[in-house]
């Protein structure tokens, strides 16, 4: 067997892997006929924001989608220059600002176009409909008089209503049912009638946008001008249809290595005791950086070319493996996550372990990572 890699500074470090979200990029524009948006939200779903956006663009994507404007304002500071839309924003928010750094926003009530109208005339504007989820977006009850409201606003000069837009609910589960209906036909034909009511209204939006990741894999129905790709960049498929590739890769050095007879009682609350004499390896790392503590006795890490368990329940700093007889020594990294080329568990495991979804795992994870980005940007775009 080769020797086990070492760590370098003692920390735990996360390598993001820029040539895999260029490759889903690709993927994703090959798939779409329309326009395809890089929705780097969360910080790039926690790869990184300005370096996830310049890759995509360079790719294949030629818009970006955020939800926040502060998120938005904060690529801008970073030089990129792309068209980007905000799309979750409280209707007192500084629509001036986001007029004047060139971002469009979306509309999702009534109160948000009187307050875009008011605050910032001119600006570019995105109706956002609720097509399913009683969530974000303009109830279909309110949807005529706002398409109406929008067009009389237009024809005066106050907004450019330049899109509309819907996200679904239940893109990633084809099955699913809603009074008796396949939710996303009802949710697809809920759009339909949407962009009729605005065409009836006057209005001629040339962006037109319901999928996101699953349904752009799954529903050519769906894409209309626009697709929006937010964890498929990064490696992550809702509709477990497709390979894509995982964008992340986290290590941990081994800090210490014990042996302990039978009955030894680890971390707190001793929710593990050990059945027979073994070796425990520590790791730096825990709930704090990102790992979910709920996966305690489920998660395994590789060390040594084998997967370990973890034992005992997840600190906030430490994490304890079982490694039995291996090889191993402190300053060996165990591989936490990664793409499973060399047999680690992947962020699909973590998501399993957790009884979560692999976007909670990749959006949670803290500032004390190390953080790398392979290759250099400059390479990519």
């Not at 895999?20 to 790039?44: C, I, S």
């Not at 899109?163 to 990633?172: D, E, F, K, P, Y």
Request: glycine share 10%; net charge neutral; charged share 20%.
């Amino acid at each position: 067997m080769s020797a086990a890699p070492r760590a370098g500074g003692g920390v735990a470090r996360l390598q993001i892997d820029l040539e895999a979200v260029a490759a889903n990029t690709r993927l994703f524009a090959d798939r779409t006929g329309g326009e395809l948006m890089a929705v780097v939200k969360a910080d790039g779903f926690g790869h990184g924001a300005t370096a996830i956006a310049r890759t995509a663009l360079a790719h294949g994507a030629s818009r970006l989608g955020v939800a926040s404007l502060a998120e938005a304002f904060a690529l801008r500071a970073g030089g990129v220059d792309a068209p980007l839309l905000s799309w979750l924003n409280p209707g007192d928010a500084d629509w001036g600002a986001a007029q004047a750094a060139r971002v469009d926003v979306a509309v999702p009530s009534p109160e948000h176009l009187c307050a875009v109208t008011r605050a910032a005339p001119g600006s570019r504007v995105h109706l956002h409909l609720d097509v399913d989820m009683a969530r974000d977006g303009v109830r279909a009850e309110d949807w005529p008089d706002v398409c109406c409201c929008a067009a009389r606003a237009e024809r005066e000069g106050q907004i450019r209503v330049v899109g509309v837009m819907g996200h679904l609910g239940c893109a990633g589960e084809s099955t699913h049912t809603q009074a008796g209906a396949a939710a996303n036909d009802v949710a697809r034909e809920r759009f339909a009638w949407a962009l009729r009511v605005a065409h009836d209204a006057g209005l001629r939006p040339v962006d037109r946008h319901l999928a996101a990741t699953a349904a752009t894999l799954t529903d050519r129905r769906t894409h209309h001008t626009m697709s929006r790709i937010g964890a498929g960049l990064v490696g992550i498929d809702p509709s477990k249809t497709t390979e894509l590739r995982p964008a992340l890769t986290l290590t941990a050095p081994v800090v210490t290595i014990r042996s302990v007879r039978v009955g030894t009682a680890v971390g707190y609350g001793h929710t593990w005791v050990a059945e027979r004499p073994t070796r425990l390896a520590l790791l730096p790392l825990g709930y704090a950086d990102g790992l979910p503590r709920v996966a305690s006795g489920r998660a395994e890490v590789l060390l040594a070319g084998r997967r370990c368990p973890i034992v005992g329940l997840i600190s906030m700093d430490m994490t304890v493996v079982d490694i039995g007889d291996l090889a191993v020594f402190p300053g060996d990294l165990a591989m936490v996550f990664g793409p499973g080329d060399a047999g680690e568990p992947t962020v699909r495991d973590w998501a399993h372990w957790a009884d979560t979804i692999e976007h909670e795992i990749v959006t949670r994870l803290g500032p004390r990572l190390n953080r790398t980005v392979t290759p250099p940007l400059s390479r990519l775009i």
